[in-house]
């Protein structure tokens, strides 16, 4: 975060970001948590801190009404969690089952599963596959050969490998090695009253649809991450997937049903799925969606999974919003966020009865 975000989150009292940081402010010689109700400051008077360590070490007290210590106090299950994490992250032939982690941590599995559920937003089985397919690609950009660097994953055969290939890289991983090597991409761009949209698919479904000011940035992002892939412009391939973008954009068509080529981790897909069915003209806010989806605690997770949303408009990350109905941030910028809510709005607006 930047001093920008920092106010951002005083301003709105934003108790997510209670723990990150706190803040200092000269007139009165006192330091708060973000979410602090006392009377906000003047930006001027303003001065952040990571921890309230550093803001005593400048001369601040701690506010009495907000406590801002506790805020970073140490949190017993958090470490738990984080133990389980680093257990779970280390090389092993196959991660420990539910019941071997319940066993070493003391702990009753039903718990167990349900704590970390709660703190990472997935399973510790999801963690460890997302742990194990990191640790691959880890291996594949080292231009290692795939058997090797599979076993040296954790993986125990290639068969189990190559079944959640496709869902988790995107590509096989001989292509993943090779960045894409293989790959035939095409891609198609267009003006749309939101600026210069790119579109484009493997032979699977789209890969990437983004919104940007010109073709020459938003083409060499492609290219930069699928740097060994074949990339072509075909305006005639993708003319039936950019008219239902269109048509959506106009109004005509609420939801878009395209098949769809990405990589995603299980909760990623999980919030994407969520945010496809949230109605045409209608927001959730962040805890919703992470309520939605079974996660009622990882709100920040879902606010990361909306920010690498590789499909705007097709999953439709802007009308994803904050609990107090600020708009949050959006990747393809906020004023895009904000022209495509309105025009949401007015469009659906106008299809109701009289």
């Given amino acids: 975060m930047n001093e920008h975000d920092y106010w951002q989150a005083i301003q709105q009292r934003d108790a997510r970001y209670d723990g990150q940081f706190v803040y200092g402010v000269r007139s009165t010689g006192i330091y708060c948590r973000p979410s602090c109700s006392s009377r906000q400051p003047l930006r001027e008077n303003v001065s952040f801190f990571v921890q ?24 017993p ?4 969690v984080e133990r389980i994490c680093r257990l779970l992250a280390e090389e092993c032939e196959r991660p420990p089952s539910l019941k ?9 599995p039903y718990y167990l599963q349900r704590l970390f559920k709660r703190i990472t937003g997935v ?6 596959d ?22 040296d994953a954790g993986y125990a055969s290639s068969s189990s490998l190559y079944a959640q290939s496709f869902e988790q890289l995107g590509m096989t991983p001989s292509q993943y090695r090779r960045k894409g090597y293989a790959l035939m991409i095409v891609y198609t761009t267009l003006q749309t009253p939101l600026g210069r949209l790119l579109v484009a698919a493997t032979e699977r479904g789209l890969c990437a649809v983004r919104l940007g000011d010109d073709d020459a940035s938003l083409v060499a992002t492609l290219r930069n991450e699928f740097a060994a892939a074949q990339i072509e412009r075909d ?28 990589r995603a981790t299980a909760f990623q897909r999980q919030v994407w799925q969520a945010l496809r069915s949230i109605p045409y003209g209608e927001t959730r806010s962040y805890s919703e969606v992470a309520e939605q989806i079974g996660r009622p605690t990882a709100v920040r997770a879902v ?52």
């Fill in 52 to 75: 309230p360590e550093q803001a005593e070490q400048a001369g601040f007290r701690p506010c009495k009404r907000c406590q801002p210590r506790l805020a970073h106090a140490p949190d």
């Fill in 235 to 262: 305006d005639a391939a993708l003319q039936g997937a950019v008219a239902q973008i269109v048509a959506h954009l106009e109004g005509h068509q609420p939801h878009i049903d395209l098949p769809t080529d990405v």
């Fill in 130 to 151: 997302a742990q194990r397919v990191e640790r691959l690609k880890a291996q594949l950009t080292r231009s290692q050969a795939v058997t090797p660097a599979l076993y």
């Fill in 77 to 80: 299950q958090l470490e738990l």
């Fill in 100 to 108: 071997a982690l319940s066993q070493q941590f003391a702990l009753s």
């Fill in 123 to 128: 399973s510790p089985r999801q963690y460890a």
């Fill in 303 to 354: 606010a990361r999974a909306c920010a690498s949303n590789p499909l705007a408009l097709v999953v439709p990350c802007h009308r994803v919003i904050r609990e107090d109905g600020s708009l949050g941030g959006y990747r393809w910028g906020i004023e895009r966020k904000q022209k495509l809510l309105e025009q949401e709005k007015q469009l659906e607006a106008q299809t109701q009865p009289a």
